[in-house]
Structures are given as C-alpha cells and as structure tokens.
C-alpha cells in the first residue's frame, strides 16, 4: 500500500506493506539513517522520532499507522542555515555522546521533554528519559547536555 | 513478522466489521502487540487498526460521576487529562513504560491483553470498572479471567472504560528494572461502601482481588489494620526476577505502602 507523510517538513511517499514499521519506512525507504535500531524492542529508545509532535519509537509502530502523519526526525532537528540546534550544540559542548549510537534517540527525547517541561530539574531529566538506554553509559554528560540545552547552569552537575 | 493485511477504519461500526473476519487482530498502540508480532507469537492475517476511530478517544466524566476513558486513548492522554478527575489513576497511566511508551500504548489495548504484570487491570479491578464494548458492559469483576484471557469474545472491541471515582486510592508497584513491568503492583480504592484492593504481577491467575485485606481496611483504613494479614505465596509466580514467596511478601508491603499514599 502506498503511504505519505511529512517528514521533517516534506511530504515524502512510498510503497509499504502491512508490517513493514515506521523506522524501516524511514531508513530504507527514506534512506534516513539518522534513526537508529538498536534493540528493536521499544526498549532502547534509538528509535525515537516525532509523530505529530510526540515522541514515539520508530521501531515499535507501523509505517502504515503513520499515513498523514507530521513526522520529525533527528535529521530535522539541525538549524536552517545547517547550523546545530542548541540541543544537538549542548550534546556536543558537554560530551553527551561517547559512541554517537544512542544519541538520536536522546535528541528526540529530549527536544520533547523540553517542549513539556522547559527547565527541568536533574530529576526530572533522569526521569524522562529512562526509556532511552546508553550502553556507553555516558548518562552524567547526557542529563548535563540537557540541562545545559535548557539554559540552566550545569556547573553542580556531575564532572565530565 | 509475517506479513498482513492493514485497515484502519474511522467509525467503530466499521471497524466491528473487519475485525468480523477470520483472524483478524485488533490493533491499539502496539506497545505490546508489535513485539509480539516481531517474535512472531501472533500471526493474524488481517490486523485493524483502532487508532482512526475519533470516538474511542477522550477522557471525561459520566452522568454518575465515573471517569470515562475512551478504549483508544493513549496513557499519556490519561496521565494529563485524568489527572483532577482520578488522580492515582492519571498516576499509574503516568507510570506505564516510558513516554514514548506511553505516546502510543492505550488503555483498550492494555485491558484487551491482560498481561499478568500489566498496570491498568489493577486499577480496573480495584475499582470496579465497567469495560464497555461495542456489544456489551462487562463488570471488572466478571472480566478479567486469568493470565492473558478475558470475557472478551472473539472480534469483541473495548470501546470505553468507566472508573467509579474512589473517594481515596493510590497505586504502588515494585518495577522489574529492565522491563518495568510491574514485579507486583497493588491499587488500594477506597469507596463509600467499601475497600477494594486490587493486585497485579504477582499471581499464576492474572490480577486478582485481595480479599481478606479488603476486610480489614473497610473496617479500619490505616496500615496498621493490616498488621499481621499475609498474602498466600499460592499460585503466586516464580521467575528469575523473584519468587512466589517473594511476590507475596510484596503484595503485603505494597499493599500497606498503597494504604499509606492513599491516605
């Protein structure tokens, strides 16, 4: 069946069958590989794009449930100009990404927190994103990228 | 996963309609139903989509006061939109998976599977909802029928769920840290005619009504009421993550961790 979508501002189409998902539509269809698989068991959270505004994993929703749908994916996420956005800046200025796998999905994750929560606290931050796994581990310099993202002082944050 | 053919009807007239054929499969959020697809544990021919149907969304208040849930709104919508109307019910929605879990998962869906660990049949059962479908009002009581199995006949759609509004309730579950899924859960309702004490995650049988605690804190409602009453480690599950006798040692903690919240 044939789908169409927005995606990251451009209606994109193609040709998917019942069971193929939302992040395979994306990558091999797409050929947007910003989106990660990592478990493909909507437990990681490599997979999280927006799906009319809402995160969303990618891996564990039909490409055919997404027709019509506003979809953003972390390849929207950089300034016009090309320039990175102050999420993806804080990611890179506080080393929140070690191996770069995990580090869509946090993107996501965190431009959507941000939406709902502006300034979140460390907390809140931990909390929001327990469904994104870092298997670097390197979850200090994440939370304190978002912080960061969110314009607080980061400075009582745990050392780099 | 094997291949299926996909429909997603806009009326849930139509959607009774498809879901009327040989091994067709409702399709809520997935959040289960998807991996299990993946794993290939289910293997229907044709599945539907629910999420096309504008009238199985929504949270509002029913003409007795209930809070009515909409069978395809998501636990996200719940957290937000139920939290004045029953907040330990907007509490547990709030604490269901993750939030992108949580974008997509719905209630009709949870209450459709009746995973033994799942959250919502827990507040369903505890405080004796009405699980509406497009033929028929099940009791809370009448509905969930053990692990995975529920009074849901074959093509049957949950179309809406009516929560009583306690007069105080809260749920407490312990999490399995990696899946978190409740290792055991425990909803205390507390009503005007009564106490209902509902848990999950812990039992062979699915989610089931904790009788004898009940009792007691309809007659006193403090945790001190239950001092000395324990849970039967009986039919309780044994996995990796914890044993029978450890569930059942949970369910009394949790139980009075609940009563405590609730309070």
């Known amino acids: ?160 | 996963m094997y291949n299926f053919d996909f429909v997603k009807p806009k009326t849930l007239a139509e959607a009774a309609a498809a879901m009327a054929g040989d091994e067709a499969q409702a399709l809520g959020g997935g959040q289960t139903l998807i991996p299990s697809l993946k794993a290939r544990l289910a293997s229907p021919t044709t599945l539907v989509s629910l999420g096309g149907i504008k009238e199985m969304v929504g949270v509002c208040t029913g003409d007795d006061g209930s809070t009515c849930i909409g069978g395809a709104t998501t636990h996200g919508a719940v957290a937000k939109d139920a939290a004045k109307l029953y907040p330990a019910l907007a509490k547990l929605a709030a604490g269901i998976g993750d939030p992108a879990v949580r974008n997509r998962g719905t209630i009709g869906g949870s209450l459709a599977n009746n995973d033994p660990a799942a959250c919502y049949p827990s507040a369903a059962l505890a405080s004796g909802a009405t699980i509406v479908t497009n033929t028929r009002k099940i009791a809370a009581d009448d509905y969930f029928q053990g692990m995975f199995t529920t009074a849901l006949d074959a093509g049957e759609i949950v179309t809406e769920v009516r929560f009583p509004v306690p007069e105080k309730a809260a749920y407490i579950k312990f999490e399995q840290p990696a899946s978190r899924f409740a290792l055991t859960g425990v909803f205390v309702a507390k009503y005007k005619d009564g106490v209902r004490v509902a848990v999950t995650g812990a039992s062979e049988g699915g989610v089931f009504r904790w009788k004898e605690a009940e009792a007691a804190l309809s007659k006193d409602f403090s945790a001190k009421a239950l001092a000395g009453l324990s849970a039967s480690a009986d039919g309780m599950i044994t996995d990796l993550h914890g044993t029978a006798a450890y569930r059942a040692h949970l369910v009394g903690v949790l139980t009075r961790r609940a009563v405590e919240a609730a309070a």
């Open chain 1, 1 to 160: 069946m044939k789908v169409t979508m927005t995606v990251n501002g451009a209606s994109r189409s193609g040709e998917v069958e019942g069971r193929t998902l939302l992040v395979n539509f994306l990558r091999d269809t797409l050929h947007l590989t910003g989106t990660h698989v990592g478990c493909d068991t909507s437990q990681c959270g490599a997979c999280v794009v927006h799906v009319n505004g809402q995160a969303v994993k990618s891996c564990t929703m039909l490409a055919a449930e997404a027709d019509g749908a506003e979809i953003k994916t972390v390849e929207g996420m950089a300034n016009g100009d090309g320039s990175l956005s102050t999420i993806q800046q804080a990611f890179q200025d506080h080393h929140g990404l070690q191996c770069g796998f995990c580090t869509p999905g946090m993107v996501m994750s965190t431009a959507a927190l941000l939406k709902e929560n502006p300034k979140p606290t460390e907390a809140e931050v931990r909390h929001y994103l327990e469904g994104n796994i870092c298997r670097c581990t390197g979850y200090h310099n994440i939370v304190k990228a978002v912080m960061a993202a969110s314009g607080q002082d980061v400075s009582t944050i745990a050392a780099e």
